[in-house]
């Protein structure tokens, strides 16, 4: 069973930078596509970005430029990097994960594995 938990959301001010991570156990690390999804309130929950079990990575075009996804491996954690943050940004962000290809998976259904999410808050 593959266990996932996120940290690093916290409340930011518009234009501040934060960095979550995805922190997992369980399974085979190296064979594991992850995801990183974001829902905001009464909102569905959408993808941000995801890397591939050998590296490659998607990036939403609404947040190319802005956001980086990068894994390592030692650690076994994925990290989602953003910048330049704004209030639409506010959300819980969630990682997720799967054990198989294709890549990238773009939807909520094509995950087997969770965290429990983390709050970003973006406000003055």
């Known amino acids: 069973q593959v266990h996932l938990v996120e940290s690093g959301g916290r409340a930011v001010h518009p234009g501040d930078s934060l960095r979550l991570s995805c922190s997992v156990s369980g399974g085979t690390f190296s064979k594991i596509n992850i995801g990183w999804f974001r829902q905001a309130p009464d909102r569905e929950r959408k993808l941000v970005a995801a890397?591939?079990?050998?590296?490659?990575?998607y990036v939403v075009d609404s947040e190319e430029g802005r956001f980086t996804i990068s894994r390592d491996n030692a650690e076994t954690t994925v990290y989602l990097q953003m910048n330049n943050l704004t209030p639409d940004d506010t959300a819980v962000y969630y990682c997720a994960g799967r054990e198989t290809d294709p890549f990238p998976q773009l939807f909520t259904h094509e995950y087997a594995f969770w965290g429990q999410g983390t709050q970003v808050t973006v406000s003055s």
């Open positions: 890397i591939g079990w050998s590296g490659s990575r």
